[in-house]
């Protein structure tokens, strides 16, 4: 099983820092709570822009400590999502993103 969420977590870092390959839900059928504007950037101090997100998004999943859980989302039912939590000294950011058909989808990114 850690072997698989390595593996997951390479995946998610890699779709993360391509442009093309990441989108964040949106509609009642993939509701997020993605303020990424509201939640202050610890590397800068300053609150994080879209692109800075998912760049710390991939920062983070490289990192060995990192821990993803899997989550069982109720919309869209069934869907696997991975979560996670990064500690700064602002509070600690909540993460959850999931896979997509060769995407990252960000369903949550707020303190």
């Known amino acids: 099983m850690q072997h698989d969420i390595n593996e997951i977590k390479c995946k998610l870092a890699k779709l993360a820092r391509q442009k093309d390959k990441r989108d964040v839900g949106i509609g009642p059928e993939e509701p997020?709570?993605?303020?990424?504007?509201?939640?202050?950037?610890?590397?800068?101090g300053k609150p994080f822009t879209p692109?800075?997100?998912?760049?710390?998004?991939?920062?983070e999943l490289?990192?060995?400590?990192?821990?993803?859980k899997q989550v069982l989302m109720k919309?869209?039912?069934g869907k696997l999502g991975y979560a996670?939590?990064?500690?700064?000294?602002?509070?600690?950011?909540?993460?959850?993103?999931r896979l997509g058909k060769n995407?990252?989808?960000?369903?949550?990114?707020?303190t």
Do not use: L, N
């Not at 997020?32 to 800068?44: F, Y």
């Open 32 to 44: 997020t709570r993605w303020w990424t504007m509201s939640v202050t950037d610890p590397r800068s």
């Open 51 to 59: 692109a800075g997100a998912w760049d710390f998004i991939a920062e």
């Open 62 to 68: 490289d990192k060995k400590e990192t821990t993803i």
């Open 75 to 77: 919309k869209p039912c």
């Open 84 to 97: 996670f939590r990064v500690r700064t000294e602002s509070g600690i950011i909540y993460i959850k993103v």
């Open 103 to 110: 995407k990252i989808i960000g369903r949550s990114f707020h």
